[in-house]
């Protein structure tokens, strides 16, 4: 699953990268992006201008409760509260980099993954309108797959990752249901970079460049 990220991209290098999408308002760094963040992301509604949404969304019938953050891919034409946006609500959702935790005995360990070229990352979402209380609410889902190698070794499931413009405007596009599904196929082999960092990342309060260093490994014993 993805449960955190990180999104501190300069305003320089995003307006590089997609150079034909406009850029309304100032980015704010973000080095740990909990559910129900305001977040960065590309419509397919609106292609060409970055919009605000929250990381999370009520399932289909609920006006309240947990919001749904993850999405698995290999169902997402099965599941009630997915099967429909998928069709015509996807988005992009823009970072530098995700956090997963590892379980090491009755401990978890938390690493940084990061695409190896430093390149921007670029996360497959879905996202849903509803009514809650009165008011429009609009959220996204982040939908994930089999981890490639480096990735499994941390963790069973792996956020999409989009790694070329062609895959990330063909997700925005009105594209068939089979196209949909190949695009959502795991990342190539050794193009992750993994590293151990701070359990602090851990606290939804904390949210500072720190939380992007490495740990140093501790030696084995024996």
Known sequence: MCGRFSNSISESKLEKYFSRV??????????NICPTDSCLVLKNEMPYVFSKMSWGFLPFGKSDGNVLINARSETIFEKP????NVQDKRCLVIADSFYEWKKVGKDRMPYRIHLR?????????????W?????HCSGFVILTNQP????????????????????????ISDISSKNILELTEPLADN????????????KTSNNSIDLHCELP??????
């Open 22 to 31: 406009r850029l309304d308002e100032l980015i704010q760094a973000s080095y």
């Open 81 to 84: 509260s997915f099967k429909h």
């Open 117 to 129: 070229n430093d390149e921007i990352m670029v996360f497959a979402g879905i996202y849903h309108e």
């Open 131 to 135: 009514i809650s209380n009165g008011n």
């Open 148 to 171: 490639n190698k480096e990735m499994s070794k941390i963790h069973n499931r792996a956020p999409v990752i989009l790694e070329t413009k062609e895959k990330q405007m063909a997700w």
């Open 191 to 202: 193009s992750l970079h993994i590293y151990k960092v701070s359990k602090a990342v851990g």
């Open 217 to 222: 490994e501790q030696p084995t014993l024996f």
